[in-house]
């Protein structure tokens, strides 16, 4: 019986991660877009951003492909649908196709967040205001620090020349930020020291909210089990009254039952005494 349950609550979850992800791969292609609108870059960072922002229409385009094919529609349904036949000409990769001329057309893609962000909408069949929060409060740590480690990683290899290649980026972003500072990699560049200590202050950030989160998540669960723990105790009390309850009656039919006992042994003691009486009569007769 819990199975089908489990089953659909896995492929719930599932796509929940899927839709996080492509959130995040969006966001970082807009910010890579605007980026590029405002500066110059050389040919290696020019066809990097062109194959990162291929990669983002290709997987955008696959979970299209996806959400057709599970929806049972028509093409002319599902196009009408959620605006579809706009996410078709955002996820077209026109600079990869036809160069930098069309850099500006890849702004449509940002109608894809309203269908997006409606992820935030938690869809639960029992859930306090409490919970929703705390979930959704994850949901935005986890996809802003995403979006942060990206972009941040991008900009330090682009700006600094302490590093060359994205993978270092990364790994100085995540040890700058958990505050641990190894020192082995140091920016160089006023941009980058500017950048590193944004990625402080975003670190301590996190690690505040993702700790007070962790708390809550403690608190309610401490709740719960107390919760719990005052319901099997009503539970058992009511128990033992039922059980009581059912000692009563039956005394109280015991008692009943000796009363007529008791009321018959006086009857039949009257009877005995009114023969005695007619004997002792009779006897002085």
Known sequence: MNKPKTIQKSKRILIEIKDIFLFIFT????????????????????????????????ILGLDMILNYYTSNMSITEFLKKDHNIINILTIIPFDFILGQYFFAIRYLRILRFTRILRLWHVKREIYTIEQIIQENLLKAVFIIFSIFVGVSAILLKVFDTSFDSILNAIWFIIVTASTVGYGDMTPT?????????????????????????????????????RIHEIEEYISNVEGKNKT??????????KLNKIEDNVENINNT?????????????NKDE
């Open 244 to 253: 009581l309850k059912k000692e009563v009656i039956h005394l109280n039919r």
């Open 27 to 58: 966001v970082i292609d807009l910010i890579f877009i605007t980026v590029n609108m405002i500066y110059s870059f050389n040919l290696q960072v020019e066809e990097f951003l062109t194959q990162y922002d291929l990669f983002v229409c290709i």
């Open 189 to 225: 560049t006023s941009f980058g020291k500017i950048l590193t200590m944004t990625i402080i202050l975003m670190g301590i950030i996190f690690t505040a909210i993702f700790t007070a989160y962790l708390s809550a998540v403690y608190n309610r669960r401490s709740d719960e089990n």
């Open 269 to 281: 003691l009257q009877e005995v005494d009114k023969k005695l009486d007619k004997l002792l009569e």
